[in-house]
């Protein structure tokens, strides 16, 4: 059964601090990665796609690696602002038919 | 493109009342999921489908059943609300190139 699991549970930074957020699954064979982005009481929104032949993505000041052999995927922020705070989601694509499994989430929190 | 639509946005249910939550996408996708998320937590695994016709349990399938006609609509039944069951609904479907959410419903069972 795939697990994944995040950690930090919850982060709280000053401004301008670069941060790294940790995803880890529990069985390598993966199909993809998503992460995403959560603003309180709204939906979900995609931030990186990593496909299982790709080692990393990168978009403006966000940077997702993975590393299937080792089951962990990392979200870099560079730079962070207060318009990053939100809970930010790892999913793996897993199983013979696709399953979409979910972290608990990072929440964070970057002050002024 | 209006994506995956999912309706109603928001709903109070009585317990032992019955609805249905529906979900639609124009992506011509084949899989397709349904996830509840309680308050602080992550999102649960509740049913998935790859395609017309096929269907499968999640992590949380207990009170709920699926349905998958067509390509396009994926309704998740809820028979006999509790109270348990309210939390926040989302639809999602996927492709090789990631995953697109609904916005949710939010169902209150009182």
């Known amino acids: 059964k795939q697990e994944v699991t995040q950690i930090p549970a919850a982060l709280s930074v000053p401004e301008g601090e670069n941060l790294v957020l940790n995803c880890s699954f529990t069985d390598s064979a993966i199909y993809n990665l998503q992460w995403f982005r959560q603003d309180p009481g709204k939906g979900l929104t995609s931030l990186l796609l990593i496909q299982s032949s790709q080692r990393e993505q990168t978009s403006g000041r966000l940077n997702a690696s993975l590393d299937k052999s080792s089951g962990r995927s990392t979200l870099y922020i560079a730079a962070s602002q207060p318009g990053d705070s939100a809970t930010y989601l790892c999913a793996v694509f897993s199983g013979g038919y696709n399953k979409l499994i979910f972290g608990a989430g990072t929440r964070l929190a970057v002050h002024p | 493109n209006a994506g995956v639509t999912q309706t109603p946005k928001f709903r109070i249910l009585k317990i032992g009342q019955s609805m249905t939550l529906q979900c639609t996408q124009d992506?011509?996708?084949?899989?397709m999921y349904w996830y509840r998320q309680d308050p602080g937590m992550g999102l649960k695994l509740i049913y998935y489908?790859?395609?017309?016709?096929?269907?499968d349990k999640g992590e949380v399938p207990n009170g709920y059943n699926v349905s998958r006609s067509t390509t396009e609509d994926f309704p998740l039944r809820l028979e006999l609300a509790a109270p348990s069951q309210t939390s926040v609904y989302f639809c999602?479907?996927?492709?090789?190139?990631?995953?697109?959410f609904g916005q949710g419903t939010r169902l209150t069972v009182v």
């Open positions: 999602a479907s996927s492709s090789t190139g990631g995953a697109f």
């Open positions: 489908s790859v395609g017309a016709g096929i269907t």
């Open positions: 992506m011509n996708h084949n899989y």
